[in-house]
């Protein structure tokens, strides 16, 4: 497999998913947010696209080609009331809706045969200054690429999101929102000021509210909830208002992280041909013992954010690709791929390019809506076991399963992210030093069943000191939703789905979701359940 193949699907991997909700609604547009100043009518929608027209087959299926809905009729929708006439029309005549973002989520929580209305935000990307809230409005629509661009070509700022640049924010930020930055300036969540969201009451009555994170708003819970509480739980999320807490001023140029003026890029590799287990078990000890090692915060390694790719034998090669900026930047690359190839061998295919910020941000490929997708997740407070080690060694190399890109993926964590409280946010995991993705990726429809296993069995072995899951204490990601977490018959660690997801956080997530959602009308395999 070329590099740029890999390249295509780690981007992917990285994404941060545009999670689903389904929702009841009727509402007055009293609680809506004034739109930018102008007055300026939505850019589309609403539209009703049905199974007839020519639209619908693109509308139907997100990033994961192995699923596809059938719903009665898609809503495209361009402003709050809009989704709140379209959630009222489903639930009048009682049709399971959800909503899609920007399609990026893993899982089938709107690509779903139940699914009979899909709500999509395509017509609400407005990214803008918003002077009465003195934060930055961003709609539910609107892609990490549109976010970012808008933010530093208006007022050179950004926010600590993801790779991908055509992943939603929907989801994105409603899970927590990692990215690049993250170790320098946080999560995305930690500069989340207020929340617009569609919710239904006990009568099936629908209405906006905007939640804040102001200890005197009655609604802040529900701010707290899309902290990472994930996507599709306690209503639709029309708009975001971004701003760092602690800032003071009116200067919208101060209010968010600075924007690098350049970053460098980089990526590397090291090939199968010629590794052992032994030196495998080396680099992948050497990568864990850097992020052991540089997860303080307040380091000039919070600048450096990497991806270690470990791939299956039959796909060629390891491969490491991220960003630094900032002083130093070169020499801190150079030291930490030294580290990493101490006792392994230099890597090859050595690539490091200084880029203006929008270049580098806007250049992440998104090789989806090409495979089918099967993903799992974790993160480590301390690196794999030895045990560990060997067991992704034996499994990377084990034979057969034709036609599969297989690998583990571990992301640098820690720095600024693990400042924040358990409990501030609706992100638990707050310890961390390293990220895990599992991914399996393939083209073939009838594949499916033998590249699940190979997944499941993965998953399984990796922790199998642990029931066949994370340790609840390390957890998981729940921007990479794995209903498997909910099968019973798949999940007999007799470790809850919620606990690794949200660990002790998951009873306040029940009372919010028993309070704004209490018919449940929102809600997917891994939906959060009323208390």
């Known amino acids: 497999m070329s590099e740029h193949t890999r390249r295509q699907v780690l981007r992917t991997a990285a994404v941060a998913a545009g999670l689903a909700a389904a929702q009841t609604v009727v509402a007055p547009a009293a609680a809506v947010a004034s739109p930018p100043a102008g007055g300026c009518p939505p850019p589309m929608g609403p539209v009703t696209v049905t199974p007839t027209d020519v639209r619908y087959p693109e509308l139907v299926r997100g990033r994961n080609i192995r699923y596809v809905a059938s719903p009665d009729y898609v809503r495209v929708v361009g402003s709050t009331n809009q989704v709140v006439q379209a959630v009222d029309d489903a639930v009048r005549t009682g049709k399971r809706v959800v909503v899609r973002s920007g399609g990026h989520c893993m899982s089938d929580f709107v690509d779903n045969p139940a699914v009979q209305v899909i709500i999509d935000l ?15 409005a961003v709609e539910a629509g609107a892609t990490l690429a549109e976010v970012y661009r808008r933010l530093f070509y208006g007022w050179g700022v950004t926010v600590p999101g993801g790779l991908c640049p055509m992943v939603g924010v929907g989801g994105h930020i409603a899970g927590g929102g990692y990215g690049v930055l993250s170790r320098e300036y946080g999560l995305v969540v930690d500069h989340l000021d207020a929340v617009e969201v ?3 009451d006990r009568r099936g009555r629908a209405k906006a509210v905007v939640a804040t994170r102001d200890p005197a708003d009655p609604h802040r819970d529900l701010w707290w909830a899309h902290t990472g509480g994930g996507g599709g739980n306690f209503g639709i999320v029309t708009r975001f208002w971004l701003r760092t807490p602690g800032v003071t001023g009116t200067d919208p140029g101060t209010l968010l992280p600075p924007a690098p003026a350049t970053i460098l890029d980089y990526s590397c590799s090291w090939p199968w041909d010629g590794m052992d287990e032994q030196r495998f078990a080396r680099l992948v000890r050497n990568y864990g013992r850097w992020c052991e090692e540089n997860a303080a915060p307040g380091l000039a390694s919070s600048r450096l954010y990497s991806a270690l790719d470990l791939f299956r034998q039959q796909n060629g090669a390891h491969s490491l690709f991220g960003q630094v900026f900032g002083p ?25 390019e200084w880029k203006p910020w929008m270049t580098a941000v806007l250049g992440g490929s998104d090789a989806s809506q090409i495979f089918r ?20 060694y034996q499994q990377l190399t084990r034979p057969g399963n034709e036609g599969l890109i297989g690998s583990v993926g571990l992301g640098s964590y820690g ?10 946010t609706a992100t638990a995991t707050r310890n961390a030093v390293i990220i895990v993705s599992y991914l399996a990726a393939w083209t073939d429809p009838a594949l499916d069943a033998a590249h699940d296993a190979w997944s499941r069995d993965f998953y399984r072995n990796v922790y199998a000191g642990t029931g066949g899951v994370p340790d609840p204490l390390d957890g998981a990601y729940v921007n990479y939703p ?4 909910a099968d019973p018959a798949i999940n007999r660690s007799g470790v809850p789905w919620s606990t690794l997801y949200y660990k002790g956080n998951y009873p306040r997530l029940q009372r919010i979701k028993a309070d704004y959602d209490p018919l449940n009308v929102f809600h997917h395999a891994l939906a959060v359940r009323p208390a």
């Open 122 to 136: 395509a017509g609400m990307t407005q990214v803008y200054f918003d002077p009465a809230r003195n934060a930055f």
């Open 198 to 200: 569609v919710v239904v």
């Open 328 to 352: 130093g930047a070169e020499r801190l690359l150079d030291n930490f791929i030294a580290a990493l190839s101490d006792g392994v061998g230099p890597p090859q295919d050595v690539r490091k």
């Open 373 to 392: 997708f099967r993903m799992k997740s974790g993160y480590l407070r301390s690196r794999f076991t030895e045990g560990q080690v060997s067991t992704i």
């Open 415 to 424: 720095g600024k992210i693990n400042t924040v409280p358990s409990t501030a």
């Open 482 to 485: 794995d209903n498997d977490l």
